[in-house]
């Protein structure tokens, strides 16, 4: 599928939201693919299942977020993860491709050779540099994404949307690597923008489905007052 251009949105809630419930982010998801959306981009075996259902033709970028004591890595950090999101029916499994230590010490070059060979499943790179970029590409994932930047340990200082990053990726990925634009986006203007600066897509969620942090954001500030 040709993505150039093309929105994907991310429709997740919170823990404790009303809006986690399956068939909610099964009416967002259709909601955004209705209006022009290219993909959704979703967390957790469940509620990749209720959209496929639902929206049987989505392309669906699938997750699981989970965290482990041993790691700072949680977005579908193991083969377990892997697995579950494969068969609950993603086209695309995102994971974790910084060079942060994996929970139990499985490495990433095993996991994306694994999922490759025994799933043939296709994977998004989540990572937070150029570097690891770079080295998910070569590993063998299809698509890098600039989801980490901003939220890792050695990226902490930063603030999304990965504005520097886009245009060194788009230079030094292969040709056949799609780059997605994902962190940060907060406007129909910044994700133009991306696209400008090398991206062939662009993900975005809080802006458009995260009614929690949207609304709480709206409170705060008022409260805070001028």
Not at 31 to 50: C, D, F, K, M, T
Not at 58 to 73: E, M, N, P, Q, T
Not at 140 to 167: H, I, K, N
Request: proline letters at 5%; charged letters at 20%; aromatic letters at 4%.
């Amino acid at each position: 599928m040709a993505l150039e251009g093309h929105l994907i949105v991310s429709v997740q809630a919170p823990q404790g939201s009303p809006l986690r419930d399956p068939s909610v982010i099964a009416a967002m998801a259709e909601a955004s693919l209705a209006n022009g959306a290219i993909g959704v981009r979703l967390e957790s075996p469940e509620h990749i299942g209720a959209v496929r259902r639902r929206c049987p033709e989505a392309l669906i970028v699938g997750l699981w977020k989970r965290v482990h004591s041993d790691s700072s890595v949680y977005i579908t950090p193991g083969w377990e993860e892997i697995r579950a999101v494969w068969a609950a029916g993603a086209d695309i499994v995102a994971m974790d491709a910084t060079s942060r230590v994996r929970p139990g010490g499985e490495d990433l070059a095993g996991l994306i050779g694994r999922a490759q060979l025994d799933l043939g499943a296709p994977l998004m790179a989540d990572v937070d540099s150029v570097d690891n970029g770079l080295q998910a590409a070569y590993l063998g994932c299809r698509w890098v994404g600039t989801t980490l930047f901003g939220y890792t340990e050695a990226t902490a200082e930063l603030r999304p949307p990965a504005w520097d990053l886009l245009p060194q990726l788009r230079q030094r990925l292969p040709e056949e690597t799609s780059l997605i634009c994902e962190g940060g986006i907060a406007s129909a203007d910044q994700a133009a923008r991306a696209l400008a600066a090398g991206a062939d897509a662009v993900v975005v969620g809080t802006a458009i489905t995260g009614v929690d942090l949207q609304v709480a954001s709206y409170v705060d500030r008022m409260a805070a007052g001028c």
